[in-house]
Protein backbone atom coordinates (compact mmCIF):
# COMPACT_ATOMS: atom_id res chain seq x y z
CA UNK A 1 0.00 0.00 0.00
CA UNK A 2 3.05 2.31 1.17
CA UNK A 3 4.78 1.48 -2.76
CA UNK A 4 0.73 2.65 -3.99
CA UNK A 5 0.47 5.94 -2.15
CA UNK A 6 4.15 6.64 -3.13
CA UNK A 7 3.14 6.22 -7.36
CA UNK A 8 -0.16 8.21 -6.21
CA UNK A 9 2.48 11.00 -5.77
CA UNK A 10 4.65 10.47 -8.63
CA UNK A 11 1.27 10.55 -10.67
CA UNK A 12 0.50 13.63 -8.23
CA UNK A 13 3.62 15.52 -9.60
CA UNK A 14 2.44 15.60 -12.95
CA UNK A 15 -0.94 17.24 -12.11
CA UNK A 16 0.61 19.68 -9.73
CA UNK A 17 3.19 21.07 -12.12
CA UNK A 18 0.47 21.25 -15.20
CA UNK A 19 -1.87 22.35 -12.31
CA UNK A 20 0.58 25.24 -10.94
CA UNK A 21 0.94 26.87 -14.97
CA UNK A 22 -2.57 26.51 -15.60
CA UNK A 23 -3.52 28.38 -12.31
CA UNK A 24 -1.16 31.19 -12.88
CA UNK A 25 -2.29 31.78 -16.32
CA UNK A 26 -5.75 31.41 -15.81
CA UNK A 27 -5.41 33.75 -12.51
CA UNK A 28 -3.50 36.24 -14.76
CA UNK A 29 -4.18 36.42 -17.97
CA UNK A 30 -7.84 34.86 -17.19
CA UNK A 31 -7.61 32.20 -19.75
CA UNK A 32 -8.27 28.58 -19.65
CA UNK A 33 -5.51 27.48 -21.39
CA UNK A 34 -7.06 24.18 -23.31
CA UNK A 35 -3.53 23.81 -25.06
CA UNK A 36 -1.88 23.20 -21.54
CA UNK A 37 -1.95 19.67 -22.09
CA UNK A 38 -0.66 19.72 -26.10
CA UNK A 39 2.25 21.54 -24.73
CA UNK A 40 2.97 18.94 -22.00
CA UNK A 41 2.78 16.46 -24.92
CA UNK A 42 5.20 18.36 -27.21
CA UNK A 43 7.69 18.56 -24.29
CA UNK A 44 7.49 14.26 -24.52
CA UNK A 45 8.07 14.73 -27.96
CA UNK A 46 10.52 17.11 -27.89
CA UNK A 47 13.00 14.98 -25.90
CA UNK A 48 11.83 11.79 -28.17
CA UNK A 49 13.36 14.32 -31.29
CA UNK A 50 16.21 15.76 -29.72
CA UNK A 51 17.12 11.85 -28.69
CA UNK A 52 16.04 10.21 -31.54
CA UNK A 53 17.02 11.97 -34.63
CA UNK A 54 19.92 14.59 -33.13
CA UNK A 55 21.31 11.79 -30.03
CA UNK A 56 20.23 14.78 -27.60
CA UNK A 57 20.24 13.28 -24.07
CA UNK A 58 17.56 13.78 -21.37
CA UNK A 59 19.57 15.85 -19.54
CA UNK A 60 20.34 18.36 -21.56
CA UNK A 61 16.53 18.11 -23.27
CA UNK A 62 15.07 18.43 -19.31
CA UNK A 63 16.29 22.38 -19.40
CA UNK A 64 16.31 23.04 -23.65
CA UNK A 65 12.45 21.52 -24.19
CA UNK A 66 10.90 23.86 -21.19
CA UNK A 67 13.00 26.63 -22.68
CA UNK A 68 12.23 26.48 -26.03
CA UNK A 69 8.48 26.13 -25.86
CA UNK A 70 8.01 28.73 -22.92
CA UNK A 71 10.04 30.97 -25.24
CA UNK A 72 7.31 29.50 -27.97
CA UNK A 73 4.69 30.36 -25.43
CA UNK A 74 5.55 34.25 -24.93
CA UNK A 75 5.36 34.11 -28.88
CA UNK A 76 1.86 32.38 -28.92
CA UNK A 77 0.71 34.77 -26.15
CA UNK A 78 1.71 38.19 -27.69
CA UNK A 79 0.49 37.29 -31.56
CA UNK A 80 -2.77 35.66 -30.19
CA UNK A 81 -3.76 35.06 -27.12
CA UNK A 82 -3.16 38.82 -25.98
CA UNK A 83 -5.71 40.00 -29.53
CA UNK A 84 -8.16 38.55 -28.20
CA UNK A 85 -7.64 39.10 -24.49
CA UNK A 86 -10.19 42.37 -24.30
CA UNK A 87 -12.71 40.09 -26.24
CA UNK A 88 -15.49 37.64 -24.55
CA UNK A 89 -13.09 35.07 -22.95
CA UNK A 90 -14.63 32.47 -24.95
CA UNK A 91 -12.44 33.60 -27.97
CA UNK A 92 -9.30 32.49 -26.12
CA UNK A 93 -11.13 29.38 -25.08
CA UNK A 94 -11.67 28.11 -28.60
CA UNK A 95 -8.43 29.45 -29.73
CA UNK A 96 -6.31 27.34 -27.14
CA UNK A 97 -8.69 24.49 -28.13
CA UNK A 98 -8.43 24.72 -31.16
CA UNK A 99 -4.57 25.16 -31.02
CA UNK A 100 -4.38 21.84 -28.82
CA UNK A 101 -6.59 20.02 -31.96
CA UNK A 102 -3.68 21.56 -34.74
CA UNK A 103 -0.92 20.58 -32.58
CA UNK A 104 -1.93 16.95 -32.00
CA UNK A 105 -2.73 16.12 -35.15
CA UNK A 106 0.34 18.20 -37.05
CA UNK A 107 2.51 15.63 -34.43
CA UNK A 108 0.04 12.69 -35.03
CA UNK A 109 0.65 13.03 -38.77
CA UNK A 110 4.38 12.67 -37.99
CA UNK A 111 4.86 10.09 -35.59
CA UNK A 112 1.30 8.49 -35.69
CA UNK A 113 -0.68 7.08 -32.65
CA UNK A 114 1.90 4.52 -31.66
CA UNK A 115 3.46 5.40 -28.30
CA UNK A 116 7.31 5.95 -29.41
CA UNK A 117 9.68 4.34 -26.62
CA UNK A 118 12.00 6.59 -24.26
CA UNK A 119 14.83 4.98 -22.21
CA UNK A 120 15.71 6.19 -18.64
CA UNK A 121 18.61 8.17 -18.21
CA UNK A 122 21.52 5.53 -17.00
CA UNK A 123 22.07 7.04 -14.24
CA UNK A 124 18.66 6.85 -13.15
CA UNK A 125 17.72 3.24 -14.60
CA UNK A 126 18.32 1.56 -11.04
CA UNK A 127 16.08 1.35 -7.98
CA UNK A 128 16.44 3.37 -4.94
CA UNK A 129 15.99 1.44 -1.22
CA UNK A 130 13.12 3.58 0.41
CA UNK A 131 13.63 1.56 3.43
CA UNK A 132 10.42 -0.06 3.52
CA UNK A 133 10.07 -1.12 -0.50
CA UNK A 134 12.11 -0.73 -3.18
CA UNK A 135 11.22 1.91 -5.79
CA UNK A 136 12.22 3.10 -9.83
CA UNK A 137 15.24 5.79 -9.23
CA UNK A 138 13.79 7.72 -12.03
CA UNK A 139 10.31 7.58 -10.46
CA UNK A 140 12.01 9.47 -7.42
CA UNK A 141 13.60 11.47 -9.52
CA UNK A 142 10.56 13.06 -10.75
CA UNK A 143 9.17 13.57 -7.60
CA UNK A 144 12.03 15.32 -6.31
CA UNK A 145 12.20 17.75 -9.64
CA UNK A 146 8.45 18.53 -8.82
CA UNK A 147 8.50 18.97 -5.32
CA UNK A 148 11.24 20.91 -5.85
CA UNK A 149 9.88 23.39 -7.88
CA UNK A 150 6.67 23.39 -6.60
CA UNK A 151 8.65 24.92 -3.51
CA UNK A 152 11.16 27.30 -5.62
CA UNK A 153 7.75 28.78 -7.22
CA UNK A 154 6.10 28.76 -3.36
CA UNK A 155 9.21 30.83 -2.48
CA UNK A 156 9.42 33.46 -5.37
CA UNK A 157 5.57 33.60 -4.96
CA UNK A 158 5.59 34.41 -1.02
CA UNK A 159 9.21 35.72 -0.71
CA UNK A 160 9.99 38.41 -3.62
CA UNK A 161 8.20 41.71 -4.96
CA UNK A 162 7.90 39.75 -8.20
CA UNK A 163 6.21 37.13 -6.12
CA UNK A 164 3.87 39.79 -4.98
CA UNK A 165 2.68 41.22 -7.57
CA UNK A 166 2.04 37.57 -9.72
CA UNK A 167 -0.12 37.28 -6.28
CA UNK A 168 -2.08 40.46 -6.68
CA UNK A 169 -2.01 40.39 -9.97
CA UNK A 170 -3.80 36.28 -10.13
CA UNK A 171 -6.19 37.67 -7.15
CA UNK A 172 -7.70 41.14 -8.78
CA UNK A 173 -5.97 42.06 -12.56
CA UNK A 174 -7.82 45.17 -12.71
CA UNK A 175 -6.89 46.57 -9.02
CA UNK A 176 -4.08 45.83 -9.37
CA UNK A 177 -3.54 48.08 -12.32
CA UNK A 178 -5.26 50.88 -10.58
CA UNK A 179 -3.04 50.67 -7.69
CA UNK A 180 -0.15 51.89 -10.71
CA UNK A 181 1.11 48.24 -11.18
CA UNK A 182 1.79 47.28 -14.84
CA UNK A 183 0.13 43.73 -14.83
CA UNK A 184 0.87 44.00 -19.16
CA UNK A 185 4.39 43.43 -18.31
CA UNK A 186 3.67 40.13 -16.35
CA UNK A 187 1.89 38.90 -18.41
CA UNK A 188 3.78 37.22 -21.35
CA UNK A 189 6.40 35.82 -19.39
CA UNK A 190 4.00 34.30 -16.45
CA UNK A 191 2.07 32.65 -19.45
CA UNK A 192 5.63 31.58 -20.98
CA UNK A 193 6.45 30.47 -17.31
CA UNK A 194 3.27 28.41 -17.47
CA UNK A 195 3.94 26.49 -20.79
CA UNK A 196 7.38 25.67 -19.72
CA UNK A 197 6.26 23.94 -16.77
CA UNK A 198 4.00 21.84 -18.88
CA UNK A 199 6.79 21.17 -21.00
CA UNK A 200 9.14 19.96 -18.00
CA UNK A 201 6.33 18.22 -17.19
CA UNK A 202 6.44 16.58 -20.78
CA UNK A 203 10.01 15.91 -20.40
CA UNK A 204 9.62 14.16 -17.37
CA UNK A 205 7.29 11.91 -18.46
CA UNK A 206 8.73 10.80 -21.92
CA UNK A 207 10.77 8.15 -19.71
CA UNK A 208 7.99 6.22 -17.77
CA UNK A 209 4.92 7.34 -19.79
CA UNK A 210 3.64 6.51 -23.17
CA UNK A 211 4.56 9.24 -25.74
CA UNK A 212 2.22 9.68 -28.26
CA UNK A 213 0.17 12.28 -29.71
CA UNK A 214 -3.07 11.65 -27.13
CA UNK A 215 -0.87 12.02 -24.05
CA UNK A 216 -1.73 15.44 -23.05
CA UNK A 217 -5.25 15.20 -24.39
CA UNK A 218 -5.79 12.25 -21.85
CA UNK A 219 -4.02 14.02 -18.76
CA UNK A 220 -5.43 17.44 -19.26
CA UNK A 221 -8.73 16.85 -18.08
CA UNK A 222 -8.09 15.21 -15.17
CA UNK A 223 -5.60 18.21 -14.40
CA UNK A 224 -8.94 20.60 -15.01
CA UNK A 225 -10.58 18.59 -12.65
CA UNK A 226 -7.64 19.04 -10.34
CA UNK A 227 -7.52 22.98 -10.91
CA UNK A 228 -11.26 23.25 -9.62
CA UNK A 229 -11.18 21.15 -7.09
CA UNK A 230 -8.04 22.83 -5.59
CA UNK A 231 -10.08 26.16 -6.35
CA UNK A 232 -9.89 28.53 -9.53
CA UNK A 233 -7.23 30.40 -9.19
CA UNK A 234 -5.75 29.15 -6.39
CA UNK A 235 -2.10 28.78 -6.62
CA UNK A 236 -1.49 27.24 -3.31
CA UNK A 237 -4.84 24.94 -3.92
CA UNK A 238 -3.64 23.60 -7.65
CA UNK A 239 -0.38 22.12 -5.86
CA UNK A 240 -2.13 20.53 -3.31
CA UNK A 241 -4.80 19.61 -5.18
CA UNK A 242 -2.46 17.92 -7.31
CA UNK A 243 -0.22 15.84 -5.15
CA UNK A 244 -3.66 14.86 -2.91
CA UNK A 245 -5.51 13.52 -6.34
CA UNK A 246 -2.38 11.63 -7.68
CA UNK A 247 -2.48 10.15 -4.29
CA UNK A 248 -6.50 9.52 -3.78
CA UNK A 249 -6.61 7.97 -7.42
CA UNK A 250 -3.64 5.16 -6.32
CA UNK A 251 -4.89 4.05 -3.48
CA UNK A 252 -8.63 4.69 -5.32
CA UNK A 253 -7.16 2.22 -8.01
CA UNK A 254 -6.17 0.04 -5.02
CA UNK A 255 -9.41 -0.49 -3.48
CA UNK A 256 -12.05 0.10 -5.70
CA UNK A 257 -10.25 -0.62 -8.95
CA UNK A 258 -13.56 -0.38 -10.83
CA UNK A 259 -13.69 3.63 -10.29
CA UNK A 260 -10.07 4.45 -11.20
CA UNK A 261 -11.10 6.42 -13.58
CA UNK A 262 -14.24 8.08 -12.39
CA UNK A 263 -12.70 8.66 -8.74
CA UNK A 264 -11.25 12.20 -9.34
CA UNK A 265 -14.86 12.97 -11.17
CA UNK A 266 -16.64 11.84 -8.26
CA UNK A 267 -14.49 13.97 -6.02
CA UNK A 268 -14.77 17.03 -7.59
CA UNK A 269 -18.77 16.77 -7.60
CA UNK A 270 -18.16 16.35 -4.04
CA UNK A 271 -15.95 19.22 -3.54
CA UNK A 272 -17.80 21.71 -5.77
CA UNK A 273 -20.99 20.50 -3.33
CA UNK A 274 -19.39 21.18 -0.09
CA UNK A 275 -17.38 24.25 -1.32
CA UNK A 276 -18.37 25.68 -4.74
CA UNK A 277 -15.36 27.53 -5.07
CA UNK A 278 -12.87 24.79 -4.45
CA UNK A 279 -10.79 24.31 -1.63
CA UNK A 280 -8.47 26.97 -1.68
CA UNK A 281 -10.27 28.93 -3.53
CA UNK A 282 -11.79 32.51 -2.73
CA UNK A 283 -16.31 32.69 -3.17
CA UNK A 284 -15.94 36.05 -4.21
CA UNK A 285 -13.76 34.75 -7.43
CA UNK A 286 -16.80 33.44 -8.28
CA UNK A 287 -18.55 36.30 -9.36
CA UNK B 1 -12.59 75.75 3.51
CA UNK B 2 -11.47 75.10 0.06
CA UNK B 3 -8.06 76.43 -0.99
CA UNK B 4 -9.14 76.46 -4.66
CA UNK B 5 -6.75 78.44 -6.03
CA UNK B 6 -8.11 78.68 -9.32
CA UNK B 7 -6.06 75.72 -11.39
CA UNK B 8 -8.42 72.63 -10.41
CA UNK B 9 -5.84 69.40 -9.83
CA UNK B 10 -9.03 67.23 -11.69
CA UNK B 11 -11.30 69.04 -14.59
CA UNK B 12 -13.72 66.31 -16.18
CA UNK B 13 -15.09 67.53 -18.78
CA UNK B 14 -17.95 65.83 -21.11
CA UNK B 15 -17.67 62.44 -19.40
CA UNK B 16 -20.09 59.89 -21.37
CA UNK B 17 -19.39 55.93 -19.98
CA UNK B 18 -21.72 52.85 -21.53
CA UNK B 19 -22.15 49.32 -20.64
CA UNK B 20 -22.45 47.48 -23.41
CA UNK B 21 -25.61 49.74 -25.04
CA UNK B 22 -26.67 51.42 -21.89
CA UNK B 23 -25.53 54.77 -21.30
CA UNK B 24 -24.99 55.43 -17.79
CA UNK B 25 -23.18 58.58 -17.55
CA UNK B 26 -23.97 61.58 -19.43
CA UNK B 27 -21.42 64.74 -19.95
CA UNK B 28 -20.51 64.63 -16.83
CA UNK B 29 -18.49 67.77 -16.32
CA UNK B 30 -16.30 68.30 -12.64
CA UNK B 31 -13.57 69.94 -11.14
CA UNK B 32 -12.05 69.44 -7.80
CA UNK B 33 -9.70 71.86 -6.43
CA UNK B 34 -6.24 71.13 -4.76
CA UNK B 35 -6.53 70.70 -1.23
CA UNK B 36 -10.67 70.13 -1.44
CA UNK B 37 -12.83 67.31 -0.31
CA UNK B 38 -15.47 67.31 -2.83
CA UNK B 39 -18.17 64.54 -2.34
CA UNK B 40 -20.13 62.85 -5.02
CA UNK B 41 -23.90 62.37 -3.95
CA UNK B 42 -26.27 60.02 -5.78
CA UNK B 43 -28.64 57.60 -5.59
CA UNK B 44 -28.04 53.22 -6.38
CA UNK B 45 -27.24 53.70 -9.76
CA UNK B 46 -26.30 56.87 -10.29
CA UNK B 47 -23.53 55.84 -11.73
CA UNK B 48 -21.12 57.34 -9.01
CA UNK B 49 -18.78 54.29 -9.06
CA UNK B 50 -18.40 54.32 -13.36
CA UNK B 51 -17.66 57.65 -12.87
CA UNK B 52 -14.55 56.81 -10.22
CA UNK B 53 -13.86 53.99 -13.26
CA UNK B 54 -13.28 56.24 -15.84
CA UNK B 55 -11.23 58.34 -13.95
CA UNK B 56 -9.06 55.90 -13.01
CA UNK B 57 -8.85 54.48 -16.34
CA UNK B 58 -10.86 51.19 -15.50
CA UNK B 59 -13.88 51.75 -17.61
CA UNK B 60 -14.15 49.91 -21.16
CA UNK B 61 -16.58 52.37 -23.02
CA UNK B 62 -16.14 55.94 -22.02
CA UNK B 63 -15.60 59.27 -24.08
CA UNK B 64 -14.80 62.77 -22.52
CA UNK B 65 -11.73 64.25 -21.28
CA UNK B 66 -9.53 64.00 -18.09
CA UNK B 67 -6.83 66.74 -16.48
CA UNK B 68 -5.22 66.19 -14.02
CA UNK B 69 -2.18 68.35 -12.21
CA UNK B 70 -2.51 70.54 -15.36
CA UNK B 71 -1.75 67.30 -17.62
CA UNK B 72 -4.15 65.57 -19.99
CA UNK B 73 -4.44 61.86 -19.14
CA UNK B 74 -7.98 60.84 -20.92
CA UNK B 75 -5.72 57.92 -22.94
CA UNK B 76 -3.07 56.66 -20.09
CA UNK B 77 -3.99 53.34 -19.11
CA UNK B 78 -4.98 52.85 -15.69
CA UNK B 79 -1.24 52.03 -13.82
CA UNK B 80 -0.01 55.50 -15.39
CA UNK B 81 -2.67 56.97 -13.98
CA UNK B 82 -1.62 55.59 -10.39
CA UNK B 83 1.60 56.82 -11.18
CA UNK B 84 0.14 60.35 -11.94
CA UNK B 85 -0.83 60.41 -8.30
CA UNK B 86 -4.48 59.11 -8.61
CA UNK B 87 -5.32 57.07 -4.87
CA UNK B 88 -8.05 54.26 -5.80
CA UNK B 89 -10.19 53.09 -2.82
CA UNK B 90 -12.45 51.09 -4.44
CA UNK B 91 -16.02 50.28 -2.94
CA UNK B 92 -15.21 46.69 -2.18
CA UNK B 93 -12.12 47.82 -0.30
CA UNK B 94 -9.72 45.92 -2.37
CA UNK B 95 -7.96 44.52 -0.05
CA UNK B 96 -6.28 41.07 -1.30
CA UNK B 97 -6.44 38.12 0.59
CA UNK B 98 -3.32 36.29 -0.74
CA UNK B 99 -1.40 39.32 0.69
CA UNK B 100 -0.54 39.98 3.88
CA UNK B 101 -1.56 43.10 5.78
CA UNK B 102 1.64 44.88 5.24
CA UNK B 103 2.20 43.62 1.23
CA UNK B 104 -1.24 45.34 1.02
CA UNK B 105 0.04 48.48 2.01
CA UNK B 106 3.44 48.09 -0.05
CA UNK B 107 2.54 47.01 -3.55
CA UNK B 108 1.93 50.49 -4.73
CA UNK B 109 4.89 51.91 -5.76
CA UNK B 110 5.46 55.03 -4.00
CA UNK B 111 4.48 58.28 -6.09
CA UNK B 112 4.60 61.62 -5.94
CA UNK B 113 6.50 64.19 -3.25
CA UNK B 114 5.06 62.99 -0.11
CA UNK B 115 4.51 59.33 -0.10
CA UNK B 116 3.77 58.35 3.56
CA UNK B 117 6.60 55.99 5.23
CA UNK B 118 5.44 52.76 6.50
CA UNK B 119 6.48 53.67 10.26
CA UNK B 120 4.27 56.66 9.93
CA UNK B 121 1.03 54.21 8.70
CA UNK B 122 1.73 52.38 11.82
CA UNK B 123 1.72 55.75 13.57
CA UNK B 124 -1.66 56.06 12.49
CA UNK B 125 -2.94 52.70 12.08
CA UNK B 126 -1.27 50.96 15.13
CA UNK B 127 -3.79 48.20 14.31
CA UNK B 128 -2.35 47.58 11.11
CA UNK B 129 0.87 47.49 12.37
CA UNK B 130 -0.52 44.87 15.15
CA UNK B 131 -2.23 42.53 11.98
CA UNK B 132 0.88 43.14 9.69
CA UNK B 133 1.17 39.63 9.06
CA UNK B 134 -2.20 38.72 8.60
CA UNK B 135 -4.01 37.94 5.39
CA UNK B 136 -5.56 40.92 4.54
CA UNK B 137 -8.90 39.70 4.39
CA UNK B 138 -9.13 38.46 8.00
CA UNK B 139 -9.23 42.07 9.19
CA UNK B 140 -12.98 43.57 10.07
CA UNK B 141 -14.61 45.74 7.58
CA UNK B 142 -13.66 48.96 9.19
CA UNK B 143 -9.91 47.51 9.75
CA UNK B 144 -10.03 46.80 6.01
CA UNK B 145 -11.05 50.25 5.02
CA UNK B 146 -8.32 51.89 6.85
CA UNK B 147 -6.09 49.42 5.29
CA UNK B 148 -7.60 50.34 2.15
CA UNK B 149 -7.01 54.13 2.49
CA UNK B 150 -3.01 53.69 4.37
CA UNK B 151 -2.39 52.00 1.15
CA UNK B 152 -3.02 55.12 -0.97
CA UNK B 153 -1.49 57.41 1.53
CA UNK B 154 1.66 55.37 1.85
CA UNK B 155 1.73 55.42 -2.21
CA UNK B 156 2.22 59.35 -1.78
CA UNK B 157 -1.53 59.84 -3.73
CA UNK B 158 -1.93 63.52 -4.86
CA UNK B 159 -6.08 62.48 -5.07
CA UNK B 160 -7.43 60.23 -3.12
CA UNK B 161 -10.90 58.61 -5.09
CA UNK B 162 -12.99 57.22 -2.45
CA UNK B 163 -16.10 54.97 -3.13
CA UNK B 164 -18.11 54.77 -0.37
CA UNK B 165 -15.99 54.38 2.49
CA UNK B 166 -18.27 54.63 5.11
CA UNK B 167 -20.79 51.90 4.46
CA UNK B 168 -21.75 49.81 6.38
CA UNK B 169 -19.46 50.61 8.77
CA UNK B 170 -20.17 51.57 12.48
CA UNK B 171 -20.43 55.62 14.08
CA UNK B 172 -17.17 55.02 15.54
CA UNK B 173 -15.04 54.12 12.28
CA UNK B 174 -17.19 56.45 10.55
CA UNK B 175 -16.17 58.90 12.57
CA UNK B 176 -12.50 58.26 12.23
CA UNK B 177 -12.53 57.73 8.74
CA UNK B 178 -13.80 61.66 8.98
CA UNK B 179 -10.83 62.10 11.08
CA UNK B 180 -8.44 60.88 8.48
CA UNK B 181 -10.06 62.86 5.81
CA UNK B 182 -9.55 65.63 7.48
CA UNK B 183 -6.26 65.01 8.42
CA UNK B 184 -5.21 64.37 4.82
CA UNK B 185 -6.60 67.56 3.63
CA UNK B 186 -4.94 69.49 6.60
CA UNK B 187 -1.47 68.48 4.75
CA UNK B 188 -2.50 69.41 1.49
CA UNK B 189 -4.33 66.08 0.14
CA UNK B 190 -7.35 66.17 -2.21
CA UNK B 191 -10.16 64.15 -1.84
CA UNK B 192 -12.99 63.14 -3.94
CA UNK B 193 -15.57 61.50 -2.14
CA UNK B 194 -18.46 59.13 -3.32
CA UNK B 195 -21.26 58.92 -0.07
CA UNK B 196 -24.79 58.36 0.43
CA UNK B 197 -24.24 59.73 4.13
CA UNK B 198 -25.31 63.07 4.08
CA UNK B 199 -24.42 64.08 7.28
CA UNK B 200 -20.93 62.43 6.68
CA UNK B 201 -20.43 64.53 3.72
CA UNK B 202 -21.08 67.47 4.73
CA UNK B 203 -19.23 67.07 8.08
CA UNK B 204 -16.00 66.27 5.73
CA UNK B 205 -16.28 68.07 2.60
CA UNK B 206 -16.07 71.39 1.37
CA UNK B 207 -18.47 71.03 -2.22
CA UNK B 208 -20.74 68.05 -3.01
CA UNK B 209 -21.91 67.59 -6.53
CA UNK B 210 -25.04 65.97 -7.10
CA UNK B 211 -25.51 62.99 -9.29
CA UNK B 212 -29.00 61.92 -11.13
CA UNK B 213 -29.53 59.11 -13.86
CA UNK B 214 -25.68 59.96 -14.52
CA UNK B 215 -25.96 63.72 -14.86
CA UNK B 216 -24.60 66.04 -12.43
CA UNK B 217 -27.68 68.07 -11.70
CA UNK B 218 -26.48 70.50 -8.92
CA UNK B 219 -23.17 71.22 -7.28
CA UNK B 220 -23.47 72.52 -3.79
CA UNK B 221 -21.82 74.47 -1.45
CA UNK B 222 -21.50 73.46 2.47
CA UNK B 223 -24.40 75.31 3.56
CA UNK B 224 -26.28 74.85 0.79
CA UNK B 225 -26.15 71.22 1.56
CA UNK B 226 -26.74 71.84 5.11
CA UNK B 227 -29.59 73.63 4.52
CA UNK B 228 -31.20 71.31 2.31
CA UNK B 229 -30.10 67.96 3.98
CA UNK B 230 -33.63 66.66 4.32
CA UNK B 231 -34.76 67.27 0.98
CA UNK B 232 -31.87 65.75 0.06
CA UNK B 233 -32.09 62.80 2.21
CA UNK B 234 -35.60 62.41 0.86
CA UNK B 235 -34.41 62.30 -3.04
CA UNK B 236 -31.55 59.24 -1.86
CA UNK B 237 -34.56 57.38 -0.79
CA UNK B 238 -33.16 57.14 2.69
N1 LIG C 1 -20.56 45.74 -14.84
C1 LIG C 1 -21.74 46.28 -15.18
N2 LIG C 1 -22.42 45.82 -16.25
C2 LIG C 1 -23.61 46.36 -16.61
N3 LIG C 1 -24.20 47.37 -15.95
C3 LIG C 1 -23.58 47.88 -14.88
C4 LIG C 1 -22.32 47.36 -14.44
N4 LIG C 1 -21.95 48.06 -13.34
C5 LIG C 1 -22.92 48.95 -13.11
N5 LIG C 1 -23.90 48.85 -14.03
C6 LIG C 1 -25.09 49.70 -14.10
O1 LIG C 1 -24.70 51.04 -14.31
C7 LIG C 1 -25.45 51.92 -13.52
C8 LIG C 1 -24.53 52.75 -12.65
O2 LIG C 1 -23.84 51.90 -11.76
P1 LIG C 1 -22.81 52.42 -10.68
O3 LIG C 1 -22.23 51.23 -10.01
O4 LIG C 1 -21.86 53.35 -11.31
O5 LIG C 1 -23.77 53.19 -9.69
P2 LIG C 1 -23.47 53.77 -8.25
O6 LIG C 1 -23.94 55.17 -8.29
O7 LIG C 1 -22.07 53.53 -7.86
O8 LIG C 1 -24.45 52.92 -7.35
P3 LIG C 1 -24.28 52.39 -5.85
O9 LIG C 1 -24.69 53.50 -4.96
O10 LIG C 1 -25.25 51.25 -5.79
O11 LIG C 1 -22.87 51.97 -5.66
C9 LIG C 1 -26.42 51.07 -12.72
O12 LIG C 1 -27.67 51.11 -13.38
C10 LIG C 1 -25.84 49.70 -12.78
O13 LIG C 1 -26.87 48.73 -12.77
MG1 LIG D 1 -21.15 52.40 -6.35
Not at chain 1, 6 to 18: C, D, E, T
Not at chain 1, 44 to 53: E, H, I, M, P, Q
Not at chain 2, 120 to 135: A, D, G
Not at chain 2, 174 to 184: F, M, N, P, S, T
Request: glycine share 12%; net charge neutral; charged share 15%.
Amino acid sequence: MLQQAFNGLVGGAFYALLALGLAVIFGMLGVVNFAHGAFYMLGAFGSYVLLDSFGVNFWIALVAVPVALGLAGTVLQRLFIRRLAPLDPLYNFLFTFGLALILQDLVKREYGVQSQPYPRPDLLAGTVDLGLFTYPAYQVFVLAVSVTLCLLVWLVLTRTRVGMIVRAATERPELTRALGIDVGRWVTPVFGFGIALAGLAGVLAAPMRAVNPLMGGDLIITVFAVVVIGGLGSIFGSVAAGFAIGLVSALGNLYVPALSQTLVFILMAAVLLWRPAGLFGREEALS
Amino acid sequence: MPRTDGTPILSVEGLSAWYGEAQVLREVSLQVGEGEIVTLVGRNGAGKTTLLRCLMGLQERWSGSVGFLGADITRLPAHRRARQGLGYVPDDRGVYSTLTVEENLTLPPAVGPAPWPLARVYETFPRLRERRSFPGTKLSGGEQQMLALARVLRMGARLLLCDEPTEGLSPLIVQQIGDILREVRRQGGTVLLIEQNVHFASTVADRHYLLAEGRVVESLGNDEMRARRHELLEYLGI
